[in-house]
């Protein structure tokens, strides 16, 4: 409760300050008419259904993600991955000022997001994060033949060029030599260690990290020195197109990786005599008379163009289910759903619940109440969502129509936390029963309703999806609008989110949990 009067404080002075121009309130101690913050005064009806999104643009993400995902509610959800490779620098020599230099390993190296706290020894021990599943899958890394452009050639190159998350197929029809695959691959926490045979050995925390072969990249890149192919990045991606990580369920199981690529490498190993010379002027050597040989490394990054594709094997019931939504009534049940999966529209005050031949914004408008607090609650079907561990903790809305954030998120006071926990007076978590099984979502829309009834916003569809990170909202495009008023873009944290859930919609058969529009307001005199 005091939760909910401290949001109060300091959202009515926002109100106020935005009714000031349109209506003549008195203040606040003999304005109140009625007051109460236990039950709303009043609900309104909502109508909302979900739709498919279709393929979204995913490249120029700021996480990607890998593998398989067998959601309960929708299905097996499939992630592959092509990058580019850059070179650190351009032009590089690897034997310059260096004797019989030797490629000695190449490493692939992915790493996770995770934790680290050292044990009583003062060894590293790690907890991972976003990894979505525990089964094995298969995973292959090819070379890929496949040009990524930076720029689109219909815009005379002067736009960058957009990639579709449904591209798979024209990727794979461009493959190139198979560089490595595991069979039963599955994420680790443990760091992996690779060994160059009595000159090193390397470590790498909790990842992708694979050894690449030597022969391929002696013949591709170690023996191409002075050559035009590495002169530069733009005549390497040319030569050189990138990598594509392919991922295969193994009996319709997997796990998903969510990866930041910024930090993902793929580096050469190579040792060389040293050039240190000892008192009587001779390279130093070690006990069996061999001169000493040094390790050296040059990295590849993955800088350049990035694209995510999503392959999905929606279970039949979901799909009959949304080909049959009738968007001028509802749906019983709502979905959301990641990566290029299910979005929910939400349309607010579109009909007239007091019968009374006024349109219910229009009656509000007249009345010009102070909103106090509006709420949309999103119960979860339980009925659907029966495994809590694939349960989403966060549901982000949106303006549509414009691809924005609404006015309750740029107030939310609790911007400043962490991802799992930013924006939750505005977007509120998951709550979860004493079982652990998610029982609602709360979304505040207290300034979206305030600024639609007294200052005569434009009431617009709003879009519920779910979201791995509410914090961040860069929007990316559809390939296919879902409005005709608009619903273009997704945003940038529902692309790489794996997970899903259902939710009680308008037409749900349990009144309870139907979703209503719930408002306590206060009213002029």
Same mark, same amino acid.
């Given at each position: 409760?005091?939760?909910?009067?401290?949001?109060? &404080?300091?959202?009515?002075?926002?109100?106020?300050?935005?009714?000031s121009?349109?209506?003549?309130?008195?203040?606040?101690?003999?304005?109140?008419?009625?007051?109460?913050?236990?039950?709303p005064?009043?609900?309104?009806?909502?109508?909302?259904?979900?739709?498919?999104?279709?393929p /979204?643009? $995913?490249?120029?993400q700021?996480?990607?993600k890998?593998?398989?995902y067998?959601?309960?509610?929708f299905?097996?959800?499939t992630?592959?991955?092509?990058?580019?490779?850059?070179l650190?620098?351009?032009n590089?020599a690897?034997?310059?000022?260096?004797?019989?230099p030797?490629?000695? @390993?190449?490493?692939?190296?992915?790493?996770?997001?995770? #934790?680290?706290e050292?044990?009583?020894?003062?060894?590293?021990?790690?907890t991972?994060?976003?990894?979505?599943?525990n089964?094995?899958?298969?995973?292959? %890394?090819y070379?890929s033949?496949?040009?990524l452009?930076?720029?689109?050639?219909?815009t =005379?190159?002067?736009s960058?060029?957009?990639?579709?998350s449904?591209?798979q197929a024209?990727?794979? $029809?461009?493959l190139?030599t198979?560089?490595?695959?595991?069979?039963?691959?599955?994420?680790?926490?443990?760091?992996?260690?690779?060994?160059?045979e009595d000159?090193d050995?390397?470590?790498? %925390?909790?990842?992708?990290?694979?050894?690449?072969?030597?022969?391929?990249?002696q013949?591709?890149?170690?023996?191409?020195?002075?050559?035009? /192919?590495?002169l530069?990045?733009n005549?390497? @991606?040319?030569y050189?197109r990138g990598?594509?990580?392919k991922?295969?369920?193994?009996?319709?199981?997997?796990?998903?990786?969510?990866?930041?690529?910024s930090?993902?490498r793929?580096?050469?190993?190579?040792?060389?005599e040293?050039?240190?010379?000892?008192d009587? =002027?001779?390279?130093?050597?070690?006990?069996?008379?061999?001169?000493?040989?040094?390790?050296?490394?040059?990295?590849?990054t993955?800088?350049?163009? @990035?694209?995510?594709?999503?392959?999905?094997?929606?279970?039949?019931?979901v799909a009959?289910?949304?080909?049959?939504?009738?968007?001028s009534?509802?749906?019983e049940?709502?979905? /959301?759903?990641?990566s290029?999966?299910?979005a929910t529209?939400v349309?607010l005050?579109?009909?007239?619940d007091?019968?009374?031949?006024?349109?219910?914004?229009d009656?509000l408008r007249?009345? &010009?109440?102070?909103?106090?607090? +509006?709420?949309?609650?999103?119960?979860?079907?339980?009925?659907?969502?029966t495994?809590?561990?694939?349960?989403?903790e966060?549901?982000?809305i949106?303006?549509?129509k414009?691809?924005a954030?609404?006015?309750d998120?740029?107030?939310d006071?609790?911007?400043?936390l962490?991802?799992?926990? +930013?924006?939750s007076q505005?977007? &509120?978590?998951l709550?979860? &029963?004493?079982?652990? +099984? =998610?029982?609602f979502?709360k979304?505040?829309?207290t300034?979206? %309703?305030?600024?639609?009834?007294?200052?005569?916003?434009?009431?617009?569809?709003?879009?519920?999806?779910?979201?791995?990170?509410?914090?961040?909202?860069g929007?990316?495009?559809?390939e #296919?609008?879902l409005l005709?008023?608009?619903?273009?873009?997704l945003p940038?944290?529902?692309? %790489?989110?794996?997970?899903?859930?259902?939710?009680?919609?308008?037409l749900?058969?349990d009144?309870?949990?139907?979703? @209503?529009?719930?408002l306590?307001?206060?009213?002029?005199e």
């Amino acid at each position: 409760m005091k939760q909910r009067f401290s949001y109060f &404080g300091s959202f009515l002075v926002l109100v106020l300050a935005f009714a000031s121009c349109d209506e003549d309130f008195s203040t606040l101690d003999t304005a109140i008419i009625d007051q109460n913050f236990s039950t709303p005064d009043t609900v309104f009806s909502v109508r909302a259904y979900s739709k498919f999104t279709g393929p /979204v643009q $995913s490249n120029n993400q700021l996480s990607y993600k890998l593998g398989v995902y067998n959601d309960p509610i929708f299905g097996t959800h499939t992630a592959n991955y092509l990058s580019q490779l850059v070179l650190s620098n351009n032009n590089p020599a690897f034997s310059v000022d260096t004797l019989n230099p030797i490629l000695e @390993k190449v490493v692939l190296s992915m790493p996770f997001y995770s #934790t680290s706290e050292d044990d009583e020894d003062g060894n590293p021990v790690y907890t991972l994060d976003s990894i979505y599943g525990n089964q094995p899958m298969h995973l292959s %890394v090819y070379e890929s033949n496949y040009f990524l452009r930076d720029f689109d050639p219909l815009t =005379g190159f002067e736009s960058p060029q957009k990639y579709y998350s449904d591209q798979q197929a024209n990727f794979e $029809s461009q493959l190139g030599t198979l560089l490595v695959e595991v069979p039963e691959y599955i994420a680790s926490a443990e760091a992996t260690e690779f060994i160059i045979e009595d000159l090193d050995t390397l470590s790498f %925390v909790p990842g992708i990290n694979l050894e690449l072969p030597v022969a391929f990249f002696q013949e591709k890149i170690w023996d191409q020195q002075n050559q035009d /192919v590495l002169l530069n990045n733009n005549n390497f @991606k040319n030569y050189f197109r990138g990598l594509y990580f392919k991922t295969e369920a193994i009996d319709d199981q997997g796990h998903q990786i969510i990866f930041d690529p910024s930090n993902a490498r793929v580096t050469m190993y190579y040792s060389a005599e040293t050039t240190i010379l000892d008192d009587s =002027g001779n390279q130093t050597s070690n006990e069996e008379g061999e001169i000493d040989r040094q390790v050296f490394s040059y990295e590849f990054t993955f800088a350049g163009v @990035k694209v995510n594709t999503f392959d999905h094997d929606w279970h039949p019931s979901v799909a009959a289910e949304l080909a049959v939504v009738d968007p001028s009534q509802g749906a019983e049940r709502l979905y /959301v759903d990641g990566s290029d999966g299910i979005a929910t529209i939400v349309e607010l005050f579109q009909g007239d619940d007091n019968q009374n031949g006024i349109n219910d914004l229009d009656e509000l408008r007249n009345e &010009g109440w102070l909103i106090n607090e +509006a709420n949309l609650i999103f119960y979860v079907d339980q009925d659907q969502a029966t495994d809590p561990d694939k349960e989403p903790e966060r549901l982000l809305i949106f303006d549509t129509k414009n691809a924005a954030i609404l006015a309750d998120y740029s107030i939310d006071l609790t911007s400043n936390l962490t991802p799992i926990d +930013a924006i939750s007076q505005h977007l &509120g978590r998951l709550e979860r &029963g004493e079982d652990d +099984a =998610g029982e609602f979502y709360k979304i505040k829309l207290t300034a979206h %309703v305030s600024n639609l009834i007294n200052r005569d916003s434009t009431n617009i569809s709003l879009g519920l999806v779910v979201s791995q990170n509410v914090s961040y909202v860069g929007f990316f495009d559809l390939e #296919t609008p879902l409005l005709e008023e608009g619903f273009e873009q997704l945003p940038g944290g529902t692309v %790489v989110s794996p997970q899903g859930t259902a939710l009680h919609g308008n037409l749900s058969s349990d009144l309870d949990k139907r979703l @209503k529009l719930e408002l306590y307001y206060t009213k002029p005199e």
